[in-house]
């Protein structure tokens, strides 16, 4: 069976189309022509509707962005919430008026439509621990989980209903989801902290996708899970990354019977400058068939990177594949 491919494209996508990110970020018809133009060049067996993942959500609560590089990804200028000093009354975004809700709904149907037949398109939701982290600083999140002083607890069940109400939104326009939550990989978070304060969450939200009748439901969280991969498996996500930051080997360990799972390998984007193809695909290929359904990612490639050099990448794997 052939391998199915999923390049992590965000920023990328702008240069694709001659534009920075932070126009494509403000603008459907951008965003849906840069992805169209994404899936034309890579022919990605999984595409991702979405630039700055993580800012969607806190933009419309009312955070404000920054003004970025030319070459970058808007970012949050800094928190919106002290963790000490909650508003008594936390109120939830009006999905999908609120912010940029609306914008990804558009682009994500208008490329479901354009290309949804040849491909998997999902829309970005931010995981609620992210989220958390986002809007109150991840430090003082992890120190308010810490002394168990109810505040950060508080806050995860808020972004978690945010990311439920979102998730909704999205199944009831018959368009399918998928979460990013890298917050929550180790060190940042221990494996005992993990299962205690962000697995219930990442379960809660697969329940609902998997009620809506999403059947693939992909959890992103990238950097080294290989401590938490067991705990993963618990979620009801069915594709799971294993990221660069991760030994293939152990993270198949952990997670022990695969069978029902789709795992995505990533590979380092910088190790696609200037390598031997041949001598690197043998190894990303060696790491592929650790797991039984494989799909070959990356990790995020920059803005100015250069599609040919991940096309004779994928050439050479799927000659040796």
């Known amino acids: 069976m052939p391998i199915k491919w999923e390049p992590a494209i965000y920023e990328h996508k702008a240069a694709l189309i001659g534009c920075s990110p932070a126009e494509l970020a403000y603008s459907a018809e ?46 949050l200028a800094g928190t919106l919430f002290d963790l000490n000093q909650l508003p008594e009354q936390l109120a939830l975004p009006d999905i999908p008026a609120a912010g940029r ?7 994500g149907k208008n490329i479901q439509n354009a290309i949804g037949d040849k491909t998997k398109v999902r829309v970005a939701a931010s995981g609620p621990v992210s989220m958390a982290a986002k809007l109150a600083g991840l ?14 607890l508080r806050l995860l069940e808020f972004t978690t209903q945010i990311a439920e109400k979102w998730c909704s939104c999205l199944r009831g326009n018959q368009l399918q989801a998928v979460v990013f939550d890298s917050m929550v990989a180790p060190p940042i978070f221990s494996p005992d902290m993990y299962e205690q304060f962000a697995l219930p969450l990442h379960l809660r939200l697969m329940k609902l996708l998997a009620d809506y009748g999403q059947r693939e439901r992909e959890l992103v969280i990238g950097g ?6 067991g705990l993963l498996q618990q979620t009801e996500a069915n594709i799971l990354l294993c990221d660069y930051a991760t030994d293939a080997a152990a993270f198949k360990s952990a997670i022990g019977d695969d069978s029902n799972l789709k795992v995505r390998r990533n590979i380092n984007p910088a190790l696609l400058i200037d390598s031997d193809m041949e001598e690197l695909a043998k190894k990303f290929g060696a790491e592929l068939a650790l797991f039984s359904n494989p799909i070959a990612g990356t990790g995020i490639l920059p803005y100015d990177f250069m599609p040919n050099t991940y096309l004779a990448f994928q050439k050479a794997c799927i000659v040796i594949i």
């Open 30 to 75: 951008l965003l849906t022509e840069a992805v169209l133009r994404e899936y034309e060049i890579y022919q990605s067996d999984y595409i991702t509707v979405g630039l700055d993942v993580y800012n969607v959500e806190a933009e419309a609560l009312g955070a404000r962005l920054t003004a970025p590089e030319k070459n970058e990804c808007p970012d």
């Open 101 to 107: 809700f609306k914008l990804l709904l558009e682009s």
């Open 139 to 152: 430090e003082d999140l992890i120190m308010s989980l810490m002394l168990r002083d109810g505040n950060a």
């Open 224 to 229: 080294n899970t290989a401590p938490i991969a």
